[in-house]
């Protein structure tokens, strides 16, 4: 089992490879495991034997649920985007709820932005206080380090970042908002009096498949503290319906994969962080997807649901 964790979690990284090269690490004697896997100077970068390694542990993406997912990440020799997000959003928590007055928690705040700020960006607006991830692929943050990097064979990957906050926003805005405001495409969000949850769609895939767009979702969820918002742990609800594309969504038995083209299902998470990234399933390359689905929490009621379209057309690397 742990093996096949190990093979769910180096997920769908997918991620937009931006660059390669030998340099800053060095590896002087391989020691893969059975699925082509190591861990490497000291732990702290996570390495591919070879593409097929890489090809093969995004295909298994398709099994992980929230517990197998916490359980692998708990067992890694070093921690991982998501995990010291995780590891931020609690204590900044914390600095809200323990913080006596607006004087002391400014000051708190700025300690915790300085220790983060090297890793996740702050958006502009004051009240939003969570961090964010620089990373243009969400679900690169469960294996990354701390640099955004990992390795296949022995060529040093970085994963592609944006420069700033605004810069991810318009390019969020760019991508899901539809032309009326009747509605939003790819991205689904509520918003209550002291609760949010939102569910945003994205593509990924992997060097030499050309078949396949793996379909992604990152599930967000934030509360009202008395100084701003902050993310918080839920259970995510969802009602989904994807059209075309010869979809597949993701299943927990050897087959991994199951036709679900054109069919309404649902999904329900155990309780997970204010930040969390999955694999939903796969469509045909070079073919449009269409649909819609909603998302509500614990927190937001169905009554209160965020809506959405579908249009997911095809990644490019």
Request: one cysteine or more; glycine letters at 6%.
């Amino acid at each position: 089992m742990k093996h096949f964790i190990t093979f769910l979690l180096l997920s769908a990284s997918v991620c937009n490879l931006t660059s390669c090269s030998n340099e800053e690490v060095v590896t002087p004697q391989h020691s893969y495991n059975e699925d082509g896997i190591e861990f490497i100077n000291n732990g702290s970068v996570l390495q591919f034997k070879d593409l097929s390694a890489y090809q093969d542990a995004f295909q298994k993406i398709g099994a992980m649920n929230g517990q197998e997912r916490q359980s692998f990440l708990s067992e890694l020799p070093f921690k991982t985007q998501v995990v010291i997000m995780a590891e931020a959003d609690e204590e900044l928590l914390e600095i809200c709820e323990n913080s006596q007055d607006k004087e002391t928690f400014d000051a708190l705040y700025a300690k915790f932005k300085q220790k983060y700020e090297k890793i996740f960006m702050f958006s502009d607006d004051t009240t939003d206080l969570s961090p964010y991830s620089k990373l243009t692929q969400p679900i690169d943050e469960l294996f990354v380090n701390e640099k955004g990097q990992f390795m296949i064979g022995d060529s040093l990957v970085n994963s592609k970042k944006y420069t700033n906050f605004t810069e991810c926003q318009q390019q969020s805005v760019a991508l899901t908002r539809s032309a009326t405001d009747l509605s939003s495409v790819n991205d689904a969000s509520s918003r209550q009096s002291d609760r949010k949850v939102g569910m945003r769609l994205f593509l990924t895939q992997y060097p030499g498949d050309i078949a396949y767009n793996y379909v992604n979702a990152n599930l967000t969820s934030q509360k009202k503290t008395w100084v701003g918002w902050v993310r918080y742990s839920t259970i995510y609800r969802a009602n989904i319906h994807f059209v075309g594309a010869n979809y597949q969504k993701t299943t927990s038995d050897a087959n991994r994969w199951q036709n679900a083209d054109g069919l309404y299902y649902s999904i329900e998470t155990v309780e997970l962080s204010g930040n969390v990234n999955m694999v939903l399933g796969r469509k045909a390359s070079y073919s449009t997807m269409t649909g819609d689905f909603e998302v509500w929490s614990r927190g937001v009621p169905y009554e209160s649901r965020g809506r959405a379209s579908v249009n997911l057309i095809n990644y490019n690397l």
